[in-house]
């Protein structure tokens, strides 16, 4: 059975980065992708929002807004990770990071909701910034 196991998450000040790492292990075959989101404390009720996702196929990118320009994902092949490098950090971005495996949904060429495969979520990383 697949598995997805996130790490990298810390305390940081305001301005600093965080590097995530999301790895894979596992028959991972059948994600079309792999996504980074995140539970932000307080918004329990709205549910887990989209941060970045790449595509495991040709590599597609995919980004919200909300980190577009500060966050970068990207893959490592020999690693078997996913890895979110977060630049720029904001109070706004803690939160619980999550990494998934499934199929991103769009509308049109923007990315707009996110299909998990059964069971592949991650336990995730608590990632803090504060001055």
């Known amino acids: 059975q697949e598995q997805l196991v996130e790490s990298g998450g810390g305390l940081v000040q305001p301005g600093d980065s965080l590097r995530l790492s999301c790895a894979a292990s596992g028959d991972t075959s059948h994600y079309d992708a792999i996504g980074w989101f995140r539970q932000v404390p307080g918004k329990e009720r709205e549910g887990v929002e989209g941060v970045a996702c790449i595509m495991l196929t040709d590599g597609t990118i995919y980004y919200k807004d909300t980190v577009k320009g500060r966050f970068t994902i990207s893959r490592d092949n020999e690693k078997n990770t996913v890895d979110l490098q977060m630049n720029n950090l904001k109070p706004e971005d803690t939160a619980v990071y999550y990494c998934?495996?499934?199929?991103?949904?769009?509308?049109?060429?923007?990315?707009?909701?996110?299909?998990?495969?059964?069971?592949?979520w991650g336990q995730g990383t608590q990632a803090t910034v504060s001055s």
């Open positions: 998934s495996g499934g199929v991103p949904l769009l509308s049109g060429t923007t990315w707009a909701s996110w299909e998990a495969a059964l069971g592949a």
